[in-house]
């Protein structure tokens, strides 16, 4: 049983660039959350997405969307790109809604901005 | 709002010493906590977690209570491992508010040999 997958594993891209993020959920998982962890700190919560909408969102800006397929695998997308936006962008799913404690994390996305 | 505080790091240890990496938080309500641990290159993986007051969560020789009444959950481990070399988070979802975790900053422990 595969666990939470992302891809890319690495990404460099150019202030001002736009970027998606893709994300699977472990088998069974129906919600998805993502969250921005910078350099040394810990993970910020960005939004969560449940039936193919956001259900929650942290303190982001509009830059950050995303969105949730059928399958429940889920994008990040990031418009505008800062210097700021460099960070390891992790993927989180939940079983049973969401309304679980249970989160099993992906291994990331290191995005880096230039 | 809600948050958590952990102990600043990095942390070092020889091998077989004692463990503590403190936790506090602030919440309302009845929130879960919880200690993820995150090895260099890799995500989160959920080390303990206590859902309620006076639980103790435990795993891997770590153990670490839900103490309502100082709003801590530190985390230990009696005797530490080469192998344990890591960064801890303490995290709590407050239930409130739906599902969203909120983490500390995060320990960086090594473990000498």
């Known amino acids: 049983d595969a666990g939470v997958t992302q891809s890319p594993t690495h990404l460099i891209k150019t202030r001002g660039q736009q970027v998606t993020l893709r994300c699977s959920p472990k088998s069974g998982h129906d919600t998805v959350s993502w969250y921005q962890q910078a350099l040394g700190q810990g993970p910020q919560f960005i939004f969560q997405?449940?039936?193919?909408?956001?259900?929650q969102r942290g303190n982001f800006p509009d830059r950050f969307s995303g969105h949730q397929f059928p399958n429940y695998s889920s994008e990040l997308n990031v418009n505008a790109l800062l210097l700021g936006d460099s960070a390891l962008y992790l993927c989180?799913?939940?079983?049973?809604?969401?309304?679980?404690?249970?989160?099993?994390f992906g291994p990331g996305t290191r995005l880096t901005v230039l | 709002g809600d948050s958590v505080t952990q102990m600043e790091g990095p942390v070092t240890l020889s091998e077989e010493a004692f463990l503590t990496i403190n936790c506090t938080y602030t919440a309302t309500g009845y929130p879960s906590l919880f200690w993820y641990v995150q090895y260099p290159g890799e995500g989160l993986q959920l080390l303990l977690k206590a859902t309620k007051a006076d639980d103790k969560g435990s795993n891997k020789g770590f153990e670490a209570t839900y103490r309502k009444e100082t709003t801590s959950f530190h985390l230990e481990k009696g005797s530490v491992q080469v192998s344990d070399s890591a960064v801890y988070f303490c995290?709590?979802?407050?239930?409130?508010?739906?599902?969203?975790?909120?983490f500390g900053t995060g320990t960086s422990l090594t473990v000498i040999p």
């Open positions: 989180a799913s939940s079983p049973g809604r969401g309304i679980t404690d249970t989160q099993y």
């Open positions: 995290a709590l979802n407050p239930k409130s508010t739906g599902n969203q975790f909120y």
């Open positions: 997405y449940y039936e193919e909408e956001e259900r």
